[in-house]
Protein backbone atom coordinates (compact mmCIF):
# COMPACT_ATOMS: atom_id res chain seq x y z
CA UNK A 1 0.00 0.00 0.00
CA UNK A 2 1.33 3.53 -0.01
CA UNK A 3 1.48 6.08 -3.01
CA UNK A 4 5.46 6.05 -4.48
CA UNK A 5 4.75 9.53 -4.81
CA UNK A 6 3.98 10.89 -1.53
CA UNK A 7 2.85 14.32 -2.53
CA UNK A 8 -0.42 13.28 -4.10
CA UNK A 9 -3.62 13.47 -2.75
CA UNK A 10 -3.92 16.96 -2.44
CA UNK A 11 -7.63 18.79 -2.59
CA UNK A 12 -8.59 21.95 -3.00
CA UNK A 13 -12.36 23.89 -2.98
CA UNK A 14 -12.50 26.98 -4.59
CA UNK A 15 -15.93 28.69 -3.76
CA UNK A 16 -17.95 25.70 -4.44
CA UNK A 17 -21.88 26.57 -4.45
CA UNK A 18 -24.84 24.35 -4.12
CA UNK A 19 -28.70 24.87 -4.00
CA UNK A 20 -31.31 23.04 -4.03
CA UNK A 21 -34.05 25.20 -5.05
CA UNK A 22 -33.72 28.37 -3.52
CA UNK A 23 -31.74 27.10 -0.24
CA UNK A 24 -28.51 27.07 -0.41
CA UNK A 25 -27.08 23.87 0.79
CA UNK A 26 -22.86 25.01 0.11
CA UNK A 27 -22.56 28.50 -0.02
CA UNK A 28 -18.91 29.69 -1.40
CA UNK A 29 -16.80 26.67 0.21
CA UNK A 30 -13.29 27.09 -0.10
CA UNK A 31 -10.73 24.31 1.77
CA UNK A 32 -6.91 23.60 0.75
CA UNK A 33 -6.61 19.70 2.02
CA UNK A 34 -2.98 18.85 1.92
CA UNK A 35 -1.33 15.44 0.86
CA UNK A 36 -1.63 13.33 3.51
CA UNK A 37 -3.94 15.14 5.75
CA UNK A 38 -7.02 14.38 8.00
CA UNK A 39 -9.61 17.25 7.71
CA UNK A 40 -12.98 16.30 8.91
CA UNK A 41 -16.21 18.56 8.16
CA UNK A 42 -17.98 19.10 11.74
CA UNK A 43 -21.31 20.44 11.93
CA UNK A 44 -25.27 20.06 12.93
CA UNK A 45 -27.28 18.31 10.50
CA UNK A 46 -28.46 20.02 7.03
CA UNK A 47 -24.70 22.28 7.68
CA UNK A 48 -24.25 21.35 3.74
CA UNK A 49 -21.26 18.17 4.78
CA UNK A 50 -22.65 15.41 3.01
CA UNK A 51 -23.37 17.69 -0.32
CA UNK A 52 -19.66 19.28 -0.16
CA UNK A 53 -18.56 15.34 0.27
CA UNK A 54 -20.32 14.40 -2.69
CA UNK A 55 -19.30 17.47 -4.86
CA UNK A 56 -15.76 16.48 -4.12
CA UNK A 57 -16.62 12.62 -4.71
CA UNK A 58 -18.63 13.57 -8.12
CA UNK A 59 -22.14 12.44 -7.23
CA UNK A 60 -23.34 16.10 -7.07
CA UNK A 61 -22.41 18.58 -10.04
CA UNK A 62 -21.58 22.26 -8.26
CA UNK A 63 -23.76 24.86 -9.49
CA UNK A 64 -20.51 27.21 -9.81
CA UNK A 65 -16.95 26.72 -8.03
CA UNK A 66 -14.16 23.85 -8.69
CA UNK A 67 -13.00 20.88 -7.19
CA UNK A 68 -8.87 20.44 -7.94
CA UNK A 69 -7.14 16.84 -6.99
CA UNK A 70 -3.62 17.89 -7.10
CA UNK A 71 -3.71 20.77 -9.41
CA UNK A 72 -6.15 18.90 -11.91
CA UNK A 73 -9.54 20.22 -11.95
CA UNK A 74 -12.07 17.51 -11.68
CA UNK A 75 -15.69 19.52 -10.94
CA UNK A 76 -16.67 17.41 -14.10
CA UNK A 77 -15.24 14.37 -13.86
CA UNK A 78 -17.59 11.58 -13.69
CA UNK A 79 -17.26 9.47 -10.23
CA UNK A 80 -15.40 6.27 -11.27
CA UNK A 81 -12.54 8.23 -13.02
CA UNK A 82 -12.05 10.51 -9.93
CA UNK A 83 -10.01 7.78 -8.12
CA UNK A 84 -11.20 8.58 -4.81
CA UNK A 85 -12.46 6.41 -2.59
CA UNK A 86 -15.38 6.88 -0.63
CA UNK A 87 -16.95 5.46 2.46
CA UNK A 88 -21.04 5.85 3.98
CA UNK A 89 -22.62 6.18 6.71
CA UNK A 90 -24.96 2.71 6.05
CA UNK A 91 -21.80 0.62 3.85
CA UNK A 92 -22.99 -0.06 1.15
CA UNK A 93 -21.64 -3.71 0.46
CA UNK A 94 -23.22 -5.83 -2.12
CA UNK A 95 -25.00 -8.42 0.28
CA UNK A 96 -24.99 -11.34 -2.17
CA UNK A 97 -21.57 -11.11 -2.16
CA UNK A 98 -18.88 -12.41 0.08
CA UNK A 99 -16.13 -10.27 2.01
CA UNK A 100 -13.48 -10.95 -0.49
CA UNK A 101 -15.75 -10.59 -3.36
CA UNK A 102 -17.00 -7.17 -2.01
CA UNK A 103 -13.55 -5.70 -1.41
CA UNK A 104 -12.51 -7.40 -5.09
CA UNK A 105 -15.22 -5.44 -6.84
CA UNK A 106 -13.24 -1.94 -7.33
CA UNK A 107 -10.22 -3.93 -8.96
CA UNK A 108 -12.57 -6.13 -11.27
CA UNK A 109 -13.94 -3.04 -12.19
CA UNK A 110 -10.81 -2.30 -12.79
CA UNK A 111 -9.82 -5.51 -14.93
CA UNK A 112 -7.29 -5.82 -12.42
CA UNK A 113 -5.35 -9.88 -13.21
CA UNK A 114 -7.20 -12.69 -10.99
CA UNK A 115 -4.16 -13.78 -9.16
CA UNK A 116 -2.98 -9.67 -8.63
CA UNK A 117 -7.05 -9.52 -7.19
CA UNK A 118 -6.01 -12.30 -4.60
CA UNK A 119 -3.17 -10.92 -3.44
CA UNK A 120 -4.48 -7.70 -2.94
CA UNK A 121 -7.65 -8.65 -1.45
CA UNK A 122 -6.25 -10.66 1.46
CA UNK A 123 -3.53 -7.82 2.16
CA UNK A 124 -6.47 -5.61 2.72
CA UNK A 125 -7.89 -7.67 4.62
CA UNK A 126 -5.38 -8.28 6.93
CA UNK A 127 -4.87 -4.87 7.94
CA UNK A 128 -8.65 -4.02 8.80
CA UNK A 129 -8.16 -7.56 10.96
CA UNK A 130 -10.63 -9.33 8.51
CA UNK A 131 -8.16 -11.47 7.09
CA UNK A 132 -10.35 -14.78 8.67
CA UNK A 133 -13.43 -13.48 7.53
CA UNK A 134 -13.03 -12.98 3.69
CA UNK A 135 -15.41 -15.93 2.69
CA UNK A 136 -18.32 -14.64 4.90
CA UNK A 137 -21.30 -12.51 3.82
CA UNK A 138 -22.63 -9.20 4.93
CA UNK A 139 -25.51 -10.05 7.29
CA UNK A 140 -23.06 -12.77 8.92
CA UNK A 141 -21.33 -10.27 10.03
CA UNK A 142 -21.70 -7.34 13.10
CA UNK A 143 -21.76 -3.56 12.22
CA UNK A 144 -18.14 -2.92 13.04
CA UNK A 145 -16.81 -5.72 10.99
CA UNK A 146 -19.34 -4.50 8.28
CA UNK A 147 -18.20 -1.23 8.42
CA UNK A 148 -14.46 -2.47 7.99
CA UNK A 149 -15.11 -4.08 5.14
CA UNK A 150 -16.55 -0.91 3.46
CA UNK A 151 -13.40 0.46 4.62
CA UNK A 152 -10.82 -2.26 2.89
CA UNK A 153 -13.23 -1.88 -0.41
CA UNK A 154 -12.28 1.80 -0.55
CA UNK A 155 -8.25 1.12 -0.11
CA UNK A 156 -7.90 -2.04 -2.09
CA UNK A 157 -7.43 0.29 -5.33
CA UNK A 158 -4.96 2.66 -3.67
CA UNK A 159 -6.49 6.20 -4.02
CA UNK A 160 -4.97 8.91 -2.98
CA UNK A 161 -7.83 10.43 -1.15
CA UNK A 162 -10.24 8.35 1.26
CA UNK A 163 -13.73 10.15 1.76
CA UNK A 164 -16.00 9.26 4.75
CA UNK A 165 -19.32 10.32 5.51
CA UNK A 166 -20.06 9.45 9.28
CA UNK A 167 -19.15 5.79 8.89
CA UNK A 168 -19.56 5.06 12.32
CA UNK A 169 -22.87 6.75 12.46
CA UNK A 170 -25.11 3.70 12.96
CA UNK A 171 -22.80 1.76 15.51
CA UNK A 172 -23.53 2.14 19.61
CA UNK A 173 -20.69 4.14 21.28
CA UNK A 174 -18.00 1.65 22.10
CA UNK A 175 -17.81 0.18 19.13
CA UNK A 176 -16.79 3.94 17.71
CA UNK A 177 -14.44 4.71 20.12
CA UNK A 178 -12.33 1.57 19.29
CA UNK A 179 -13.04 1.56 15.09
CA UNK A 180 -12.12 5.44 14.97
CA UNK A 181 -8.91 4.44 16.65
CA UNK A 182 -8.32 1.74 14.47
CA UNK A 183 -9.18 4.56 11.39
CA UNK A 184 -6.35 6.91 12.79
CA UNK A 185 -3.76 4.27 12.86
CA UNK A 186 -4.77 2.97 9.31
CA UNK A 187 -4.35 6.62 8.35
CA UNK A 188 -0.88 6.61 9.76
CA UNK A 189 -0.36 3.74 8.13
CA UNK A 190 -1.22 4.04 4.86
CA UNK A 191 -0.70 8.20 4.59
CA UNK A 192 -3.47 8.92 2.57
CA UNK A 193 -5.53 12.34 2.63
CA UNK A 194 -8.74 11.66 4.39
CA UNK A 195 -11.63 14.07 4.29
CA UNK A 196 -13.88 12.86 7.14
CA UNK A 197 -17.72 13.96 7.70
CA UNK A 198 -19.46 14.23 11.00
CA UNK A 199 -21.77 15.85 13.48
CA UNK A 200 -19.71 14.30 16.47
CA UNK A 201 -17.58 17.11 17.61
CA UNK A 202 -15.20 14.47 19.81
CA UNK A 203 -14.94 12.90 17.46
CA UNK A 204 -13.71 15.15 14.93
CA UNK A 205 -11.23 17.02 17.48
CA UNK A 206 -9.98 13.34 18.63
CA UNK A 207 -9.02 12.00 15.03
CA UNK A 208 -8.32 15.21 12.58
CA UNK A 209 -5.15 17.60 12.21
CA UNK A 210 -7.43 20.20 10.95
CA UNK A 211 -11.35 20.48 11.46
CA UNK A 212 -13.15 22.48 9.66
CA UNK A 213 -16.57 23.86 11.49
CA UNK A 214 -19.57 24.18 8.77
CA UNK A 215 -23.17 26.06 9.59
CA UNK A 216 -25.95 27.05 7.16
CA UNK A 217 -23.31 25.61 4.05
CA UNK A 218 -20.68 27.82 4.77
CA UNK A 219 -17.32 26.96 6.83
CA UNK A 220 -16.87 29.22 10.08
CA UNK A 221 -13.70 28.47 11.11
CA UNK A 222 -10.79 25.68 9.86
CA UNK A 223 -8.23 25.03 12.61
CA UNK A 224 -6.55 22.56 14.68
CA UNK A 225 -8.65 20.63 17.28
CA UNK A 226 -6.78 22.50 20.00
CA UNK A 227 -7.46 25.85 18.78
CA UNK A 228 -10.99 25.27 17.83
CA UNK A 229 -12.16 24.47 20.76
CA UNK A 230 -9.80 27.17 22.63
CA UNK A 231 -10.19 29.28 20.47
CA UNK A 232 -12.91 29.35 18.79
CA UNK A 233 -14.10 32.54 15.92
CA UNK A 234 -17.78 33.00 16.15
CA UNK A 235 -20.40 31.75 18.94
CA UNK A 236 -21.79 29.06 16.61
CA UNK A 237 -18.32 27.03 16.47
CA UNK A 238 -18.22 27.90 20.99
CA UNK A 239 -21.39 26.40 21.86
CA UNK A 240 -21.05 23.76 19.04
CA UNK A 241 -17.71 22.37 19.75
CA UNK A 242 -18.11 21.75 23.42
CA UNK A 243 -20.39 23.41 26.31
CA UNK A 244 -19.54 26.81 26.87
CA UNK A 245 -21.11 29.70 29.04
CA UNK A 246 -21.54 32.86 27.29
CA UNK A 247 -21.60 35.83 29.64
CA UNK A 248 -22.44 39.41 27.87
CA UNK A 249 -20.07 41.79 28.64
CA UNK A 250 -19.58 46.10 27.58
CA UNK A 251 -16.02 46.81 27.28
CA UNK A 252 -15.02 50.56 28.46
CA UNK A 253 -12.12 51.98 28.13
CA UNK A 254 -10.38 48.63 27.38
CA UNK A 255 -11.76 47.28 30.73
CA UNK A 256 -14.63 43.97 30.41
CA UNK A 257 -17.70 44.23 32.89
CA UNK A 258 -20.04 41.63 33.56
CA UNK A 259 -23.85 42.20 33.89
CA UNK A 260 -23.43 43.76 37.51
CA UNK A 261 -21.01 45.94 36.77
CA UNK A 262 -18.29 43.54 37.85
CA UNK A 263 -14.76 43.53 36.13
CA UNK A 264 -13.83 40.63 34.37
CA UNK A 265 -10.55 39.22 33.45
CA UNK A 266 -9.67 38.08 29.88
CA UNK A 267 -5.95 38.16 28.05
CA UNK A 268 -6.84 39.24 25.04
CA UNK A 269 -6.93 42.52 24.04
CA UNK A 270 -11.07 43.81 23.56
CA UNK A 271 -11.82 46.17 20.25
CA UNK A 272 -13.05 49.54 21.95
CA UNK A 273 -16.41 50.61 23.38
CA UNK A 274 -18.21 47.25 22.15
CA UNK A 275 -21.12 45.26 23.72
CA UNK A 276 -19.55 41.58 23.86
CA UNK A 277 -19.95 38.31 24.89
CA UNK A 278 -17.62 36.11 26.95
CA UNK A 279 -17.09 32.37 26.76
CA UNK A 280 -15.91 30.56 29.22
CA UNK A 281 -15.83 26.76 29.04
CA UNK A 282 -17.28 24.88 32.16
CA UNK A 283 -13.82 23.37 33.23
CA UNK A 284 -12.12 26.52 33.52
CA UNK A 285 -14.80 28.08 35.41
CA UNK A 286 -13.68 27.82 39.04
CA UNK A 287 -16.04 28.51 42.16
CA UNK A 288 -14.73 29.74 45.09
CA UNK A 289 -16.05 30.65 48.54
CA UNK A 290 -16.41 34.41 48.90
CA UNK A 291 -13.74 36.18 50.66
CA UNK A 292 -13.43 39.63 51.33
CA UNK A 293 -11.75 41.92 49.24
CA UNK A 294 -12.16 39.73 46.19
CA UNK A 295 -12.86 42.27 43.64
CA UNK A 296 -13.05 40.32 40.15
CA UNK A 297 -15.53 38.03 39.55
CA UNK A 298 -19.28 37.11 39.67
CA UNK A 299 -20.68 37.00 43.01
CA UNK A 300 -23.80 34.66 43.37
CA UNK A 301 -24.49 30.93 44.83
CA UNK A 302 -24.70 27.03 44.12
CA UNK A 303 -28.02 26.49 43.22
CA UNK A 304 -27.43 22.57 41.97
CA UNK A 305 -25.07 20.06 41.76
CA UNK A 306 -24.61 16.50 39.59
CA UNK A 307 -22.02 13.49 40.40
CA UNK A 308 -21.47 12.29 36.78
CA UNK A 309 -18.67 9.91 38.05
CA UNK A 310 -15.44 11.25 36.95
CA UNK A 311 -16.55 15.22 38.01
CA UNK A 312 -19.35 17.17 39.15
CA UNK A 313 -21.62 19.57 37.81
CA UNK A 314 -22.08 22.53 39.70
CA UNK A 315 -24.98 25.08 38.68
CA UNK A 316 -24.28 28.61 39.51
CA UNK A 317 -26.69 31.41 39.86
CA UNK A 318 -25.43 35.08 40.08
CA UNK A 319 -26.91 37.70 41.83
CA UNK A 320 -27.81 39.25 38.65
CA UNK A 321 -29.94 35.86 37.39
CA UNK A 322 -27.00 35.26 35.17
CA UNK A 323 -26.95 31.30 34.75
CA UNK A 324 -23.57 29.23 34.35
CA UNK A 325 -22.18 25.76 35.05
CA UNK A 326 -19.01 24.80 36.38
CA UNK A 327 -17.64 21.08 35.91
CA UNK A 328 -14.89 20.08 38.48
CA UNK A 329 -13.26 16.46 38.67
CA UNK A 330 -13.41 14.78 41.18
CA UNK A 331 -10.19 14.37 42.60
CA UNK A 332 -9.74 16.67 45.67
CA UNK A 333 -13.12 16.32 47.07
CA UNK A 334 -12.00 19.45 49.90
CA UNK A 335 -12.12 22.01 47.12
CA UNK A 336 -15.53 21.50 46.57
CA UNK A 337 -18.72 24.20 46.92
CA UNK A 338 -21.56 22.56 48.75
CA UNK A 339 -25.58 23.65 47.63
CA UNK A 340 -26.52 26.76 48.67
CA UNK A 341 -22.67 28.48 49.48
CA UNK A 342 -22.57 32.19 48.24
CA UNK A 343 -19.76 31.80 45.60
CA UNK A 344 -17.33 33.69 43.35
CA UNK A 345 -17.10 32.19 39.64
CA UNK A 346 -13.81 33.09 38.08
CA UNK A 347 -11.32 32.18 35.88
CA UNK A 348 -7.64 31.97 34.47
CA UNK A 349 -7.02 35.01 32.16
CA UNK A 350 -6.09 32.68 29.34
CA UNK A 351 -8.86 30.77 29.20
CA UNK A 352 -11.64 33.35 28.46
CA UNK A 353 -12.55 34.29 24.86
CA UNK A 354 -14.20 37.48 23.61
CA UNK A 355 -16.70 37.34 20.84
CA UNK A 356 -18.89 39.52 18.68
CA UNK A 357 -22.43 39.57 20.49
P1 LIG B 1 -25.44 17.46 6.26
O1 LIG B 1 -24.72 16.35 5.59
O2 LIG B 1 -24.53 18.46 6.92
O3 LIG B 1 -26.49 16.99 7.21
P2 LIG B 1 -26.53 17.98 3.63
O4 LIG B 1 -25.37 18.34 2.78
O5 LIG B 1 -27.06 16.61 3.49
O6 LIG B 1 -26.20 18.33 5.15
O7 LIG B 1 -27.72 19.00 3.32
C1 LIG B 1 -27.55 20.39 3.28
C2 LIG B 1 -28.88 21.04 2.94
O8 LIG B 1 -29.25 20.71 1.62
C3 LIG B 1 -30.02 20.59 3.83
O9 LIG B 1 -30.85 21.67 4.06
C4 LIG B 1 -30.70 19.53 3.00
O10 LIG B 1 -32.05 19.45 3.33
C5 LIG B 1 -30.49 20.04 1.59
N1 LIG B 1 -30.40 18.93 0.60
C6 LIG B 1 -29.43 18.00 0.56
N2 LIG B 1 -29.62 17.16 -0.48
C7 LIG B 1 -30.75 17.57 -1.10
C8 LIG B 1 -31.48 17.13 -2.25
N3 LIG B 1 -31.07 16.08 -2.98
N4 LIG B 1 -32.59 17.83 -2.59
C9 LIG B 1 -33.00 18.90 -1.88
N5 LIG B 1 -32.36 19.36 -0.80
C10 LIG B 1 -31.25 18.73 -0.40
MG1 LIG C 1 -24.89 14.25 5.92
Known sequence: MGNTDAKTGGIALRNLQKRYGSARAVDDVSLTVSPGEFISLLGPSGSGKTTTLMMIAGFEMPDSGQVLLDDKNITRLPPHRRELGVIF?????????????NVAYPLRMRRVPKAEIAIRVSRILDQVHLGAFASRYPHQMSGGQQQRVAIARALVFDPPVLLLDEPLG???????????????????QVGKTMIYVTHDQEEALAMSDRVAVMHEGRIR??????????RPADLFVAGFVGEVNLIPVTIRSGVIQGPAGEKLLVAQQPDQDKDATLCVRPEHLRLEATAVGISTGIHGRVVDMTFVGDATILEFRSDSGLQLTSKVLNISADAMP?????????????????LAA
Open 89 to 101: QNYALFPHMTVAD
Open 170 to 188: ALDKKLRQHLRNEIKTLHK
Open 221 to 230: QISAPQDIYR
Open 338 to 354: NLGDLCVASWAASDATI
